[in-house]
Every structure is written in C-alpha cells, then in structure tokens.
C-alpha cells in the first residue's frame, strides 16, 4: 500500500488547541491525516458520520462536560481508540 493510501484509510480526528494542531499535523505526515474540530461534541458527531482510526483530546479542551462527552464517545465508539493529550495546563487557584 502507498503511503498516500494507507493516509487516506487514516482519518484521526483531534480536539486539539491550534497550537498542538501543527505538531499532530506533522507527526501524522504519510501516516494519518487529521480531521481538527472545535469540540468534543462537534468530533462526536464527526464519528457518527465517518469511520475514524483514533481521537486525540487535548486536556486543555476539557472541561465538565467535555469530560461526559470524551466517556460518552468511548462508550458510543468502543472499536475507535480515545487518548487523552497531557500537555501544560493553567494553573488553578488551588496550585
């Protein structure tokens, strides 16, 4: 398989700062493409539209509810690995 093939076949949505959006971008090169979205309601309904290899979420796009929608989109989706992206966070007012 070429590898413009097998990046076809790879889709990998991400909820991802933009900043992180260059990085996945270039560690995805011949591998995958990303598919990039605002939300983790709005990569839900991606999944619901298109197979997908992977989601990639960044902590920093987590909030409450995002946090319910990454385990509803685990649950919906069992077959599609869900990781998590550790990076810097802000500071809380407890640190």
């Known amino acids: 398989m ?3 093939a097998r990046t076809l076949n790879a889709p990998v949505i ?11 971008d270039a560690a995805g090169t011949r591998l995958f493409y990303a598919i990039h979205r605002e939300t983790v309601a709005d990569a839900h309904a991606e999944l619901k539209r298109r197979p997908v290899s992977a989601v ?5 796009r987590c909030g409450h509810e995002a ?3 990454v385990a509803s989109v685990v649950r919906k989706f069992p077959m599609v690995p869900t990781v998590a992206l550790l990076g810097t966070t ?3 007012p407890e640190a």
């Open 90 to 92: 802000l500071p809380t």
């Open 14 to 24: 991400t909820v991802v700062d933009p900043d992180e959006r260059t990085c996945i």
């Open 67 to 69: 946090e319910r929608r």
């Open 56 to 60: 990639l979420v960044s902590v920093a």
């Open 2 to 4: 070429t590898p413009q």
